[in-house]
Nanobody, 121 residues
């Protein structure tokens, strides 16, 4: 089984910064893409940013220039540095990882439990 443990959420004023971390553990052969999604109250879950095992990143237009996604393959961890936060960034942030548990298994998507980010105006 694969577990994703998130940390770093909290309450911050508009213009402030937060750094989210997500560490994967368990039976893992390789982690392909990793990333963060978010869901605000009454809205659908949306992509924030993703990063491949080769460190190619993709960002939602709403966070480009403010958020930076990085990963440490040795630590099986992905980091989301969030700067210039806005009230509209308020949401539950979920980590996602696309994992092969053995070299013969199909890739499967795993999700973290979510961490709350609240930005006050």
């Amino acid at each position: 089984q694969v577990q994703l443990v998130e940390s770093g959420g909290g309450l911050v004023q508009a213009g402030g910064s937060l750094r989210l971390s997500c560490a994967a553990s368990g039976t893992i052969f390789v982690i392909n893409a990793m990333g963060w999604y978010r869901q605000a109250p009454g809205k659908q879950r949306e992509l924030v940013a993703t990063i491949t095992s080769g460190f190619t990143t993709n960002y939602a237009d709403s966070v480009k220039g403010r958020f930076t996604l990085s990963r440490d393959n040795a630590k099986k961890t992905v980091y989301l540095q969030m700067n210039s936060l806005k009230p509209e960034d308020t949401a539950v942030y979920y980590c996602r990882a696309d994992v092969m548990v053995t070299r013969f298994s199909a890739e499967r998507t795993y999700w973290g439990q979510g961490t709350q980010v609240t930005v006050s105006s």
